[in-house]
């Protein structure tokens, strides 16, 4: 079974603090997927990358940045945390294309205080 | 622009049929997905859609409809731990496998 980790299930972070979320999968999968869970708004996406160092703005990359130096881990990072940043945050990957469409991580729960 | 619309709520007795609804509005489609979410856990993939149709798959069916943009999800036989979120989603056609999800409903099923 593919299996997508995700370093941490809960943060708490300062406002101000660079924060790091990490994600690794360990199924030689192409694309990888950062989104963020807000009640009522759903998933909505950060940024994904297609390739070692590859990456694009999903919907709402405002305050975050990612990086991808090897295939199997996608990190997001929070530049300067601020307390409208608190949300579940999910990792995803998957090949190029499946009909299953996603494999998620059990998410990090980030609280900014 | 992207939309995609589920209710935000319901509520079933155990032993029912409930139908979810989606409908979507994107600038491209690759195909359809319905997730079930568990609270504090992550989505787990129920089924695909990419033609005109119903999928059935056990206890879970679900049916698209392209030229209308409309999806849903048919539960049978509904079991207390079908209290569930479940999430529709959509795959663009931009390739990347990248998908958009709308709200989610939230299932409660009562005994």
């Known amino acids: 079974d593919v299996k997508v980790t995700q370093s941490s299930r809960y943060l708490v972070k300062r406002t101000g603090e660079k924060v790091f979320l990490e994600c690794v999968q360990d199924m030689d999968h192409e694309n990888m997927f950062w989104y963020r869970q807000d009640p009522g708004l759903g998933l909505r996406l950060i940024y994904f990358?297609?390739?070692?160092?590859?990456?694009e703005k999903g919907d709402i990359p405002e305050g975050y940045s990612v990086s991808r130096e090897k295939k199997e881990r996608f990190s997001l990072i929070l530049e300067s945390a601020s307390t409208n940043q608190t949300s579940m945050y999910l990792c995803?990957?998957?090949?190029?294309?499946?009909?299953?469409?996603?494999?998620f991580g059990s998410g990090t729960r980030l609280t900014v205080v | 622009g992207q939309n995609i619309d589920q209710p935000t709520e319901m509520t079933a007795t155990e032993g029912a049929i409930v139908q979810i609804n989606c409908t979507y509005q994107?600038?491209?489609?690759?195909?359809l997905f319905w997730y079930q979410q568990h609270a504090g856990e992550a989505p787990t993939f129920l089924s695909y859609?990419?033609?005109?149709g119903l999928e059935e798959k056990g206890r879970f069916s679900s049916f698209l409809s392209r030229s209308k943009g409309y999806s849903y999800l048919l539960l049978k036989e509904l079991q207390m731990k079908d209290s569930a979120s479940y999430l529709c989603a959509v795959r663009d056609q931009g390739g990347y496998n990248k998908l958009i999800f709308g709200a989610g409903t939230r299932l409660a099923v009562h005994p």
């Open positions: 995803a990957s998957s090949p190029q294309t499946a009909n299953y469409g996603y494999t």
């Open positions: 990358s297609y390739d070692v160092k590859m990456k």
């Open positions: 994107t600038s491209g489609f690759n195909g």
């Open positions: 859609n990419v033609l005109d």
